[in-house]
């Protein structure tokens, strides 16, 4: 495709105008960063932000790699001396993956298939007799394919042969396909079990032992846990929809009276769905649903660093920082306005000490001490529980009280420069001052 129709192509699916996707596609071309292009590159763009780019980005890649798939497909057919005029008609005006490998499956190099082999027998002829539904004697028709030497003995052999066949054609219909997607998108749920003996080690997702819910409703998070479950052996899962609902769009497009025959191509249609559909439509709306949701779960964490990143200072303020702990306790400290480090000590409110007491006196006196206006408390273990205690505690003169993300103190607390302002303090109260100075900016 000619690079000019990808970009009308995005600037038409985004709306936005051909300049701007082309002067995005141009620099991504030169293999320029996303952050670089919204922030330094705006007169090339238009001023479209980063989601915008990151748009453009990777539909241009999804159109490349449906060009690169059409080209290969054309190609294969051509070497098979198949390719009609009204075949590469359809290959060129696919517009995704899923319908180009809709039409190219019954070209597809495949392996040695129950349908193959019945062919190799001699039954085609015969499976298409029973397609046309005609008013005939089945049984009567079917004899003339018995053949010993290609192990048609009776039959049945003959009959089961043709199913076969017909089983494969079904499959490999395009129009099928399209609705049998369209119904595993729509109406097929996600269903997970325990599985066996996994009951009590697999306890943390006992929400999924016995679940279900339809694919199309179920938010992102609740999809990757039951395969995180599943990928860790303790549940296992299937997407589906009900099969009265499949088989119905199936006979509605191959069943054409209640002859003899018609009663054949029902069971070979419902044998496709069983054996070669349903698997084929799980897969694909797995990998549909799991890059959704992928997606969904990366713009959530996008959006809250992005928050956390922009998230306003306290600013100058008096702090309390408590670095929580269950075993060695809580160790806090008081910062001035500054950042300066006035006071520390360590207070034991939690399991296994629970000197709640001693702890509460302890932080009320350091809040009337030192004028505190701010509590931070660390997110770490324990840190649900050291705030709940500060809230719970009374006559604190009402300072701010706020859970603060401690990644990276650590760090900070056994690093050069923690050692050099602070060479008095073990890693323990150093780490708790990062925490208040972080509060502060």
């Not at 890649?61 to 051509?78: F, G, H, Q, T």
């Not at 490998?101 to 392996?111: A, M, V």
């Not at 599943?230 to 088989?247: C, D, M, N, R, Y």
Request: aromatic share 6%; charged share 30%; proline share 3%.
């Amino acid at each position: 495709m000619d690079k000019d129709i990808y970009i009308k192509t995005i600037a038409a699916e985004i709306s936005v105008s051909f300049k701007q996707v082309r002067g995005t596609v141009a620099l991504l071309a030169e293999d320029a960063t996303v952050p670089f292009i919204a922030r330094y590159r705006k007169e090339s763009t238009g001023g479209l932000d980063e989601t915008e780019i990151i748009n453009i980005r990777d539909r241009l890649k999804a159109l490349v790699e449906v060009d690169k798939r059409r080209a290969a497909i054309l190609r294969s057919i051509e070497e098979q001396g198949k390719l009609t005029q009204e075949l590469s008609k359809s290959i060129q005006e696919a517009d995704s993956l899923s319908v180009l490998e809709d039409i190219y499956l019954p070209y597809k190099p495949k392996r040695k298939t129950r349908a193959i082999i019945a062919k190799e027998k001699g039954l085609e002829p015969l499976a298409l007799i029973l397609l046309r539904q005609e008013d005939i004697d089945v049984k009567k028709e079917a004899k003339k394919y018995l053949n010993t030497e290609k192990q048609v003995n009776t039959i049945e052999d003959a009959l089961k042969g043709a199913q076969d066949i017909i089983a494969e054609i079904i499959n490999e219909d395009p129009e099928i396909r399209k609705k049998m997607r369209k119904l595993f998108t729509e109406n097929a749920y996600l269903s997970s079990k325990v599985t066996k003996g996994k009951e009590e080690p697999g306890k943390k997702y006992k929400d999924y032992f016995d679940w279900n819910e339809k694919i199309s409703k179920i938010p992102s998070h609740r999809l990757l846990a039951v395969l995180r479950g599943t990928a860790e052996g303790f549940l296992s899962h299937h997407i589906l929809p009900e099969q009265e609902k499949a088989v119905l769009i199936l006979e509605k497009l191959y069943i054409k009276n209640n002859s003899e025959s018609s009663m054949y191509v029902k069971n070979a249609l419902i044998d496709c769905y069983k054996r070669l559909l349903s698997g084929s439509m799980e897969n694909e709306t797995m990998v549909a649903a799991k890059n959704k949701a992928d997606s969904e779960a990366i713009k959530v964490f996008a959006g809250n660093l992005k928050e956390l990143l922009l998230s306003a200072p306290l600013g100058q303020k008096n702090i309390l920082a408590i670095d929580p702990g269950f075993r060695t306790g809580c160790k806090i400290v008081c910062l001035d306005s500054q950042g300066k480090l006035l006071f520390a000590d360590t207070i034991y409110p939690l399991e296994p000490h629970n000197k709640l007491s001693d702890s509460e006196k302890k932080l009320k006196e350091l809040c009337e001490k030192f004028k505190i206006e701010a509590i931070a408390v660390g997110n770490g273990t324990g840190g649900r529980e050291a705030k709940k205690f500060c809230e719970s505690t009374d006559d604190l003169n009402n300072p701010d009280i706020v859970m603060v993300n401690e990644s990276g103190a650590s760090v900070y607390s056994a690093s050069k420069t923690a050692r050099l302002e602070f060479p008095d303090h073990d890693v323990t109260v150093r780490g708790a001052v990062s925490i208040g100075r972080r509060l502060m900016d």
